[in-house]
């Protein structure tokens, strides 16, 4: 079991790490670098500011915002206060937005100008009471409020950190690809415990520097590359925005950037980019990791070959874990898999009555650990089918080698069964995905009246091909049994996502049986 915990609350690390590294830089953005003091007296500042509008221990504060130094200050001033950040998605929509602001019971939202448009009428549709505004805005009243006012506010040194280890410190809501979103409840010690674990298994020291360009709003981003680098003091560069990708490259030049996260698009991407002499020549990564989704063994690959000296460790996580379960090592990495579980946690494969399978053979994963959720935020009978005497199913599909290493099969939700026949999409992916002409891959299961569902797949070629269906059915026909070939293949230009670009199988499937691809 795990030991006594450093911390109880996130306050305690700013404020560590002020002591201890002062003016060496906590964040950089743009041309901007902030101090470890300078980023604690902007949380304390901002604490205040919250405190002299109403924030109380407690209370859900919710966070609509990109990428920034502000959304840090916000989510650390928060959690000062002993009240609960609720972290938003940006790429919703007006209403996706006033569900997840009305559902979790948000009294105060701090935005950016940018989302005026799908604000609108936020003070009618859910129970916000105030919105902060970063930015441009001007229109300032009891209700709508300015940011950076808040970080001028003093009269800071009352405010003692109110948050202890079994607080919930954040609610993420899920993304929402098995209908609404639902909140997850986090607590300090859901996260510290993860911060620790990775720690364990990853040497990472204040030394490194890390890159933030995926959504902040995302477990694990907000975990890997915003929180784990402030538990170690070491910088985090900001960067807005994954696009242009070409920014992200100069930024972990010129910044130095040493350990880089990422998700399979990402690494799919920089696998295939005519990076310059000078990027490859003075770089100083040392680590890739990557998460979120399944990375393609065609992608490891040309990673490898790319950056022979920067290993790339593949992890698993799920934002009910808080997020990472598991990750491969620096000392051993087996391709396909996504590692051993850290080392305070347990991982089981199960059938469907929840009896432990044998070595090898498929079945749901289930975690159990100190990073398991407290459960989902008013939903107790989802929460208990969830998290079942402590342990934790996750809807993911896999195996556990001799060693211990977990490999993900598929999603429990995306299996076909055909026939009777359990057909896993991501093993047609991934031969589909080795053809180098196609640079993208989503089978999912249709209805049919004979077979129950048959596997279809939709594909998204490389710019110069002119791949015919026929091509592909021979391709596949060498390395595939003939009840695993897709019955039909559907060329696409783009694929739905999530904000981790995460492909959403939901939406094709919901298409595909209103046929709309018919």
Known sequence: MEGKYPYSNFYQLVKKNAEKFGKKPALFEDKQKITHRQLKEYVDSFARYLELIGVRKGDHVSLLMGNSKEFIISFLAIGKLGAVAVPVNTFLKKEEIEYILDHSDSKVLITQDRFRKELVDIFQKTKVEKIIWQGDYKNFDQKNLSFEEGLTVKDYEHIKPQSDLDDTAVIIYTSGTTGKPKGVMLSYRNIFSNLINIERVVPVSHKDRFIVYLPMFHTFTLTATVLLPLYFGSPIVIVRSILPFSNILKQTLLKRVTIFMGVPE??????????????????????????????????????????????????????????????????????????????????????????ELTTGEIGEIIVKGNNVMKGYYKDPTATEETVINGWLLTGDMGYVDEEGYIFIVDRKKDLIISKGINIYPREIEEVLTSHPEVEEAAVVGKKDETHGEIPVAFIRLTESSDLKEKDLRAFLKEKLANYKIPKAFYFVEDLPRNATGKILKRVLKEKLNRGEFD
């Open 266 to 355: 990402v690494f799919n991407a920089l696998s295939k980019a005519k990076l310059p002499w000078y990027f490859m020549w003075f770089n100083r990564l040392r680590a890739f990791v990557s998460g979120a989704a399944p990375l393609p063994q065609s992608t490891l690959e040309r990673m490898k070959n790319k950056f022979p000296k920067v290993p790339l460790l593949e992890g698993y996580g799920l934002s009910e874990a808080s997020p990472v379960v598991s990750i491969n090592r620096m000392e051993k990495q087996k391709p396909l898999s996504v590692g051993p579980p850290l080392p305070d946690y347990q991982v089981k494969i199960v059938d469907d009555e929840l009896m």
